[in-house]
């Protein structure tokens, strides 16, 4: 194994909604990343990624968004509530891959305007990662009444999130790195 | 007699090494055309999951 080869953690924002204050809290998420030594990241917005609709699954996928989850170590999702759930987006777009995911470790940022910083979609969102072969962390970051989070421009105004956001990323560099041992030196047989 | 089936290690495209294979999942397919026939009851094919220990590339296969 390279041991000098960077781990690579997207964040995903999983959602096209219009005024998304998500997009904020991705952005966040991702400058943090961009902080660890030995990890690169990138922003991917789902509401970018020119995947078809009047079809689904692998059928669709995009080749860009399949070579980025593959070189993946680990993802971070970023989504909304809506109406308790995730966005039917966000669902198409990961349904278009599955090889890639596997054994890799995932982290989930929950975002609301109310109190309880979309726990409810996390919730939601835990099963899909299981079947999709992710392997989830149990730090999240919620992200409640995010309009006191952040001012119009993105500007963080609660800098309580930054040592929250640590725990959460020590947590999924931790599975990160262990997952990719196991991918590529632990054999099933 | 139970009949063993034996597959060839995979090769990684790009840096021509053995794959470890670390991972195998059960696949639903999404119509009929894709019907699984490894395992009928849970209507699903079973596929390998391998990585490449010197690049980390990913692949996978029918098992």
């Given at each position: 194994?390279?041991a000098?080869?960077?781990?690579f953690?997207?964040?995903?924002?999983?959602?096209?909604?219009?005024?998304?204050?998500?997009?904020?809290?991705?952005?966040?998420?991702?400058?943090?990343?961009?902080?660890?030594a030995?990890?690169?990241?990138?922003?991917?917005?789902?509401?970018?990624l020119?995947?078809?609709?009047?079809?689904?699954?692998?059928?669709?996928k995009?080749?860009?968004?399949?070579?980025?989850?593959?070189?993946?170590?680990?993802l971070i999702?970023?989504?909304?509530e809506?109406?308790?759930?995730?966005?039917?987006?966000?669902?198409?777009?990961?349904?278009?891959?599955?090889q890639?995911?596997?054994?890799k470790?995932?982290?989930?940022?929950?975002?609301?305007?109310?109190?309880?910083g979309?726990?409810?979609?996390v919730?939601?969102?835990?099963?899909?990662?299981?079947?999709?072969?992710?392997?989830?962390?149990?730090w999240?970051?919620?992200?409640?009444?995010?309009?006191?989070v952040?001012?119009?421009?993105?500007?963080l105004?609660?800098?309580?999130f930054?040592?929250?956001i640590?725990?959460?990323?020590k947590?999924?560099i931790?599975?990160?790195?262990?997952?990719?041992?196991?991918?590529?030196?632990?054999?099933?047989? | 007699?139970a009949?063993?089936?034996?597959?060839s290690?995979?090769?990684?495209?790009?840096?021509?090494v053995?794959?470890?294979?670390?991972?195998?999942?059960?696949?639903y397919?999404?119509g009929p055309?894709?019907?699984?026939?490894?395992?009928p009851?849970?209507?699903?094919?079973?596929?390998?999951?391998?990585a490449?220990?010197?690049?980390?590339?990913?692949?996978?296969?029918?098992a």
């Amino acid at each position: 194994m390279e041991a000098t080869r960077p781990l690579f953690i997207p964040v995903i924002l999983g959602t096209a909604r219009m005024g998304r204050m998500s997009l904020h809290a991705a952005r966040l998420l991702t400058s943090e990343v961009s902080k660890r030594a030995g990890v690169e990241t990138e922003l991917i917005d789902i509401a970018r990624l020119p995947l078809p609709t009047d079809d689904a699954g692998p059928a669709i996928k995009d080749p860009g968004f399949s070579a980025r989850m593959d070189r993946a170590d680990a993802l971070i999702i970023v989504s909304p509530e809506y109406n308790h759930g995730y966005s039917g987006l966000l669902k198409h777009v990961l349904d278009s891959c599955l090889q890639e995911y596997i054994h890799k470790a995932v982290g989930i940022a929950g975002v609301s305007a109310g109190p309880f910083g979309g726990v409810r979609v996390v919730q939601n969102v835990l099963p899909v990662m299981r079947e999709l072969g992710l392997v989830t962390i149990f730090w999240d970051v919620n992200f409640s009444t995010v309009q006191k989070v952040f001012d119009e421009k993105g500007t963080l105004l609660d800098q309580a999130f930054l040592p929250r956001i640590d725990k959460f990323l020590k947590e999924l560099i931790w599975m990160a790195k262990t997952l990719r041992q196991g991918r590529e030196q632990i054999s099933i047989d | 007699m139970a009949v063993t089936k034996i597959q060839s290690k995979m090769i990684c495209p790009r840096c021509k090494v053995e794959m470890n294979h670390h991972s195998d999942k059960l696949v639903y397919g999404s119509g009929p055309q894709e019907a699984g026939p490894d395992d009928p009851p849970l209507d699903g094919t079973i596929a390998e999951f391998h990585a490449c220990p010197k690049c980390g590339y990913g692949a996978s296969r029918c098992a």
